[in-house]
């Protein structure tokens, strides 16, 4: 079995952060490790409190890991201060980790702030060069480019400038897009465009989490970066057309919708399982 790791938050209410990793990551086949950068209390109408992870603990977090279990990908997510970030960098550097993915999360769904500004250049300097890809919205490309992202063509521009800058993978997602939900990708001199339909469902919390979890979960099974992306952004359409609807906020989404589909709809069968993370596989609402 392929293992993924895991470095971001831990999310209380479940949605977000190393829960929404964690459940990724199980739904698509690859085995989960953790470590956890900040303790929040929240839910979906917001973060109530964060305390962050000592960076002694981080460390060796990081170490009970990675000594062990090789990780084949890792995702990494909240990092709220730059000396985090350099922890991380440094033992992703010493244990020469592979198929990282960075998720720059700057603000939570419900608009509540998870990294400081100061944090943003040492992110972007210590930890983009050494990721295969990373995976900004559009507010975020904004704010590290400082510039205005309103259109297609706006897009293509912002992951080929993040390109030049730091030469990983760039995935600016659409999801705040007026357009569509579409996303593109530029990677090795190629522009590439993920379309997808907006999803009349407004429960979207994690949803940057489980894409950039479910992404890092195909590039360690052995899929190439845009068929991870493709595979990835399949499964959590599934996760938020199965219309979760949890709490007084925005809620979480479904990360069980195939694996509920199969167990209670008649479709538990082998050849279901193998199709688990597959995107042509279809998702079968049901009630138990």
Known sequence: MKVVLTIAGSDSSGGAGIQADLKTMTCLGVYGMSVITALTAQNTMGVDAVVETSLNMLEAQIDSCLSDITADGVKIGMLPSAEQVRVVARKLKEYSCKNVVVDPVMV??????????????????????????????????????????KNREAMEWAAKKLNEMYGCGVLVKGGHSVEDASDVLFDSGTITWFEGNRIN????????????????????????????????????????????????????????ARLYSMTFCGTNNENSRKNLASPDTPLHKCKA
Not at 112 to 122: D, I, Q, R
Not at 222 to 230: A, M, P, Q, V, W
């Open 108 to 149: 939570s769904t419900s608009g509540s702030k998870l990294m400081a500004e100061s944090t943003k250049n040492v992110m972007a300097n210590m930890l983009f060069p050494i990721a295969r890809v990373i995976t900004p919205n559009i507010p975020e490309a904004e704010s590290w480019l400082q510039a205005s992202i």
């Open 201 to 256: 469902n407004p429960n979207t919390h994690g949803t940057g989490c489980t894409l950039s979890s479910a992404i890092a979960s195909h590039l360690a099974m052995g899929y190439n970066l845009k068929d991870s992306i493709e595979r990835a952004k399949r499964y959590l359409e599934n996760a938020i057309a199965a219309d979760l609807d949890l709490g007084h906020g925005q809620g979480p989404l479904n990360h069980m």
